[in-house]
């Protein structure tokens, strides 16, 4: 089993930055890829970004490419997301996901064995 646990939510203005960290229990964080989601109230959970077991790859949908940046440090089991340029929109709770994926399935929740608990973003003015 792999525990992931998400920080670095808050406030902050658009246009502003934060930075979303995931960290791993275990020693088995090398064997998944990794995504991140977001689900804002009342909508389906939204595929933010993903990236490869050995961050070889990364894909993110048009809504975020560009201003978001996945990356992973295996050395430290830990996940992150730069998150830059932030829109009122984007304001949603977002979740960390570890699975053993499959190009091109990477999109779907359902195919993600482990989630995080979720940290709330909210961009506002």
């Known amino acids: 089993q792999v525990q992931l646990v998400e920080s670095g939510g808050g406030l902050v203005q658009p246009g502003g930055s934060l930075r979303l960290s995931c960290a791993a229990s275990?020693?088995?964080?090398?064997?998944?890829?990794m995504g991140w989601f977001r689900q804002a109230p009342g909508k389906e959970r939204e595929f933010v970004a993903h990236?490869?077991?050995?961050?070889?790859?990364?894909y993110y949908p048009d809504s975020v490419k560009g201003r978001f940046t996945i990356s992973r440090d295996n050395a430290k089991n830990t996940a992150y997301l730069q998150m830059n340029s932030l829109k009122p929109e984007d304001t949603a709770v977002y979740y960390c996901?570890?699975?053993?994926?499959?190009?091109?399935?990477?999109?779907?929740?359902?195919?993600?064995?482990?989630w995080g608990q979720g940290t709330q973003v909210t961009v506002s003015s």
């Open positions: 275990g020693r088995t964080f090398s064997a998944y890829a």
């Open positions: 996901a570890a699975g053993r994926i499959y190009y091109p399935n990477y999109k779907s929740p359902s195919n993600y064995e482990f």
């Open positions: 990236i490869t077991r050995t961050g070889g790859n990364t």
